[in-house]
Nanobody, 125 residues
């Protein structure tokens, strides 16, 4: 059984940084496309970032580009989201996602095979 376990969320002041981690248990995720989504109260879930399982290419939502960095450590079966220059509007529950299928990661990440349970990020002004 595959499990995605997020950690690293918390409360931070605006301008601060956090690093989220997502450990994948149950399968080796070397070739999986990985990503992060977030959902704030009263808002729809939105895409944040993704990293390809084939070549490590990355893609970001415009709202986080230049501030967030997604990376992966295949030896540790873990994906990270480094979040810098945080803003109050970044406050949300952040979800790690994974897609095990072969293909264009930019297309596949919109329909993940697996979701984590979410970790809360709160940015105070």
């Amino acid at each position: 059984q595959v499990q995605l376990v997020e950690s690293g969320g918390g409360l931070v002041q605006a301008g601060g940084s956090l690093r989220l981690s997502c450990a994948v248990a149950g399968r080796t995720f070397r070739n999986w496309h990985m990503g992060w989504f977030r959902q704030a109260p009263g808002k729809e879930r939105e895409f944040v970032a993704t990293i390809s399982g084939s070549d490590g290419d990355t893609y970001y939502a415009d709202s986080v580009k230049g501030r967030f960095t997604i990376s992966r450590d295949n030896a540790k079966n873990t994906v990270y989201l480094q979040m810098n220059s945080l803003k109050p509007e970044d406050s949300a529950v952040y979800y790690c996602v994974a897609n095990s299928r072969i293909g264009d990661y930019l297309v596949l990440i919109s329909s993940p095979d697996y979701w984590g349970q979410g970790t809360q990020v709160t940015v105070s002004s």
